[in-house]
């Protein structure tokens, strides 16, 4: 490997290059397009990953909502077409009942006119625990979320979204332990959170204690919707008909009536848009690697060609004292410096162009790539790819080189 | 220094086989210069070949330097060739896009020199070949005579026990191939041994002896009364 470091080496790959540098840069072109394409096929569908996983980012995946419709069946008694009720102690018997859950969380919804001095609107407020928190990440701007105390104290305290803020307060208005009327009822600022993706439907715009939107409302046991999340190595779509089922038993329901509880299976929407990014990704591999060995082969056909072109230098070469081991090795090294020196050209100008697919559509909150990137491991596997392709492409024409005799390549025409 | 006897040679075409050589039997002294003539066909080249081992005979024995040279390898004979033989040829073969000074080195990187011994080798042959001030330049901004003059250069630059030309002044004017003749029967008078291949009566009277070969045998081996360059320049 001595020769390597050599000089001589490096000055012979320079000349027979730069001397011909409308070949070599012809050559160069096949492998650059190669791994630009590459890199900025994977980089995008590694951006679109990214903008998927913002969209769900704020949830935990493995998560179903269930709540209460009206029959379709008649049960025991009941007509069908009645209101079903989901109750507190609904949610705590699928806590107990049901394999592989991770939370259960009982949510209550509902509009509310809400004043703050001389500012007003309608907005969504929920009532929550402190456990919604885990199931959906809330970006806490300032202050704090929901916690155990204001549950158990019943405290009228509000987290609002930084989307209300804005409509209630004065520009840079401070707005922690402020007083906004909910209801004409005074709750207290405490937290103020950002503004989630609106790609997932209407996002709550405030929430108060679990506790204190049941005293308000005057709810009694009752809830909206529940959250329910699995552990992650259990199905969720096992959990989510597990979970109905319990909940028809215990509100009197058909076990057959599908009607009674609506459901949304968050799992199981990520899980389609998971197998169809697997399926991006897998092509986004395949087109780069076949174009890539396109991109090598041209290097070994136009190198193939030079050394025809070369026969009588080669065979001069051979005159002087050169072996074909040596011959052979310098052709091998031109394949690889040439088929590296690319790569890296292509590496390069792929990053170019993924800073100008972000720049284009990477900006603001719902881009379509979000930080389109390619982990340096997989540049360093596909450059290792290329010099493994490079070595082996270059055999071809270095075997072709020295089987010709020395006598045949300098023979006069 | 060389001695070749009953060697044969020929190339099959086709389905039958030509045979070229057809016994030749030479032997060459160190300090000889030889001229090999012959018409075209007469086999003058192969046995140049043969002896500069780009090829190899098929029957006979070739002894160069108490060297038995038989059943050469690809490497082996290139290490030989690097060793004991510097070539000539028509038309220069420089490589064009190395200059004149690296085309001079070239035989000494295949020996394994370093950079600098092979610079000042190379700079010390094209000073005697006279063109040191054009070590920079490429063959392509050349003369003729002068390209001819990097080769001989570049051939002398391994320090070789055998020159081997191929009609050396083949491409070029009679002013010009005289000065190189000239140039030749300097490196003889230095003790060089050269076989040089020319179809030119004139040319070949400038060597001590005279092989003409036809139809692959040798009709005429004959010492001579070199004729001196030098008065035609």
């Given at each position: 490997m001595r020769f390597l470091f050599e000089r001589d080496t490096w000055q012979e790959v320079y000349d027979s290059l730069t001397k011909n540098k409308l070949r070599s840069a012809l050559t160069m072109v096949g492998v650059w397009w190669g791994i630009l394409l590459l890199i900025g096929l994977l980089g995008s569908a590694k951006g679109l990953e990214n903008s998927f996983n913002r969209l769900?980012?704020?949830?935990?995946?493995n998560s179903v909502f269930v709540w209460a419709q009206s029959t379709s069946k008649p049960f025991r008694g009941f007509q069908e077409g009645r209101l079903v009720q989901l109750k507190i102690s609904d949610a705590k018997k699928i806590e107990e009942n049901?394999?592989?859950?991770?939370f259960v969380v009982p949510r209550n919804r509902n509009q509310a006119l809400v004043v703050h001095d001389f500012l007003s609107g309608n907005f969504r407020v929920a009532g929550d625990y402190p456990l919604l928190d885990k199931v959906s990440k809330k970006k806490m701007i300032r202050g704090r979320f929901i916690n155990q105390t204001d549950i158990d104290e019943k405290r009228k305290v509000v987290v609002i979204s930084e989307e209300i803020y804005k409509q209630l307060?004065?520009?840079?208005a401070e707005m922690i332990d402020k007083y906004i009327q909910l209801n004409s009822m005074n709750f207290k600022v405490v937290g103020m959170f950002e503004t989630g993706n609106q790609n997932m439907g209407p996002t709550d715009d405030m929430h108060i204690p679990f506790t204190t939107f049941q005293q308000i409302y005057n709810l009694?046991?009752?809830?909206?919707f529940m959250m329910i999340t699995g552990k992650p190595e259990y199905d969720i779509v096992q959990i989510e008909s597990d979970a109905k089922l319990i909940l028809r038993n215990l509100n009197n329901?058909?076990?057959?009536?599908?009607?009674a509880f609506g459901s949304f299976n968050l799992g199981k929407e990520f899980a389609k848009l998971t197998s169809f990014l697997t399926g991006m990704q897998f092509l986004t591999w395949f087109v780069g690697i076949a174009t890539l060995i396109a991109g090598v082969f041209a290097i070994g056909n136009i190198l193939l060609i030079t050394v025809k072109e070369r026969t009588k230098e080669i065979g001069v070469r051979r005159a002087l004292g050169a072996t074909p081991f040596e011959i052979k090795r310098q052709i091998v090294v031109e394949a690889v410096f040439i088929t590296i020196l690319a790569g890296l050209f292509g590496i390069i100008s792929g990053g170019w162009i993924l800073i100008a697919l972000d720049n284009a559509f990477g900006q603001?909150?719902?881009?379509?790539?979000?930080?389109a990137s390619v982990s340096i491991t997989v540049v360093f596997i596909a450059l290792l790819i290329l010099v493994f392709l490079g070595t082996l492409i270059g055999l071809i024409p270095a075997f072709k080189a020295t089987s010709i005799k020395p006598i045949d390549a300098l023979r006069e025409e | 220094m060389l001695k070749i006897s009953k060697l044969h040679k020929s190339y099959p075409i086709g389905d039958s086989s030509l045979h070229v050589l057809k016994g030749i039997d030479l032997s060459v002294e160190a300090g000889e210069m030889v001229a090999i003539m012959g018409s075209s066909g007469s086999g003058k080249s192969t046995l140049l070949n043969i002896i500069g081992m780009l090829d190899e005979a098929d029957e006979g024995e070739y002894i160069l330097d108490n060297v038995p040279i038989k059943n050469l390898t690809e490497k082996k004979a290139a290490i030989y060739r690097n060793k004991f033989l510097g070539f000539i040829f028509q038309s220069f073969?420089?490589?064009?896009?190395?200059?004149a000074l690296d085309n001079v080195a070239l035989p000494l990187y295949y020996q394994g020199l370093k950079r600098k011994e092979r610079i000042e080798k190379a700079l010390f042959h094209l000073e005697k070949v006279g063109l040191r001030d054009w070590a920079?330049?490429?063959?392509?901004?050349?003369?003729g005579g002068q390209k001819q003059r990097v080769a001989i250069a570049r051939a002398l630059a391994a320090n070789p026990k055998l020159l081997l030309a191929d009609e050396?002044?083949?491409?070029?004017?009679t002013t010009t191939s005289y000065e190189i003749m000239d140039f030749i029967q300097s490196l003889n008078d230095e003790g060089k041994t050269i076989l040089m291949v020319t179809h030119e009566e004139d040319i070949a009277n400038m060597c001590k002896r005279i092989v003409r070969l036809k139809d692959g045998v040798i009709m005429e081996d004959v010492f001579v009364n070199q004729v001196r360059a030098s008065q035609y320049v």
């Open positions: 769900f980012g704020s949830f935990a995946t049901v394999d592989g859950i991770e307060f004065e520009k840079d009694g046991e009752n809830i909206g329901v058909h076990p057959e009536d599908n009607r603001g909150t719902d881009a379509v790539l979000v930080n | 073969n420089l490589i064009n896009y190395k200059s920079t330049h490429l063959p392509n901004e050349l003369s050396p002044t083949g491409a070029l004017d």
